[in-house]
């Protein structure tokens, strides 16, 4: 490049706008500005085009309003009603569960009153011998030493109002928790077990039906307490776990109440008498000849990989 000559204006230098700068000087894109003026510079709408504008948009603001207005009369006007069949619900809910109670306890009584009966028909080893038995199956109450495994729901928050959460998440304890405790229990010793005074046997379910628990169809609720009745190691074991080494992980990052403790003298009610189903063996109404395709009864003859040698169904 060469110099400048002497007396010469050196030539002035451009400068390309910064695009940031250029967008801060002038937010608005040029086209809105364009007709925003354009808006400006035009007429008014005058006569009926203005007068009918004006009319819609209060027609419109109007019947809005309306709407609102007699949604709100009607909720309001049904709330009374629906307020109505929920107590009586409520009550008509209690009332079953009391009659249920009373019935229960009945049964209880009727069923003791049997089992003098039947001790006194029988010899004493007789007596002894099925007195062992229901304790087994657990149609007997039993006695003795255990651990008592509590499990509660953490506190509930007064955020649910705002955040529409009903309770229910990982700081609530599930049906799938407490059946990892009763099973691990079990593996751990125990000779009974009975959850909020639900005496588990061999056909005793733990399932959940919407928010609530129930074991063998009857709800419980938390506080939930796992008893179990075994032998002097069955706390050890049990602290050795997998169930209880997960419900501490859950209780410590969710503030779950979960706590294993001793308890002398224990004692498990009966179960209700399980209704059992026994398979029967099918009949054919036309028997048909030896040899001429007969279908012979489960279990006789050859069997294919799979197939069982006893009748299918069994006791369940």
Do not use: H
Request: no cysteine.
């Amino acid at each position: 490049m060469s110099a400048p000559q002497d007396g010469a204006k050196p030539p002035a230098r451009l400068f390309t706008p910064d695009f940031l700068t250029e967008l801060f000087q002038n937010p608005l894109d040029p086209g809105y500005a364009d007709a925003a003026a354009r808006r400006r510079e035009a007429p008014a709408a005058a006569g009926w085009r203005g007068v009918s504008a004006r009319a819609v948009a209060i027609v419109v603001v109007v019947a809005v309003g309306f709407l609102f207005a007699v949604a709100y009369r009607e909720t309001v006007a049904d709330e009374p009603s629906r307020s109505q069949a929920r107590a009586a619900l409520i009550a008509q809910i209690k009332q079953r569960e009391a009659e249920t109670d009373e019935m229960t306890a009945r049964a209880g009584r009727l069923r003791e009153e049997v089992g003098r009966q039947r001790d006194a028909a029988l010899s004493g080893s007789q007596a002894a011998r099925l007195r062992n038995l229901e304790a087994g199956t657990g149609l007997g109450r039993v006695r003795g030493d255990g651990v008592v495994v509590r499990l509660a729901d953490a506190p509930v928050q007064d955020n649910g109002a705002v955040t529409g959460d009903s309770g229910a998440g990982p700081s609530r304890v599930i049906y799938s928790d407490l059946q990892k405790v009763a099973n691990d229990l079990w593996a751990a010793g125990a000779e009974a077990i009975a959850i909020n005074g639900q005496r588990l046997t061999a056909t005793s379910t733990i399932r959940s039906a919407g928010a609530a628990i129930l074991v063998d169809f009857r709800p419980v609720t938390s506080p939930y307490e796992v008893s179990a009745i075994g032998p002097r190691s069955l706390r050890d074991r049990f602290d050795d776990s997998r169930s209880a080494y997960l419900m501490r992980r859950v209780a410590r990052d969710t503030g779950l109440s979960f706590e294993v403790r001793r308890a002398d003298d224990l004692t498990l009610p009966a179960a209700p008498e399980p209704r059992l189903r026994y398979a029967q063996p099918s009949v054919s109404p036309n028997p048909s000849p030896a040899g001429s395709g007969a279908v012979r009864p489960s279990g006789t003859g050859s069997s294919g990989p799979g197939s069982s040698s006893s009748p299918s169904g069994g006791v369940r």
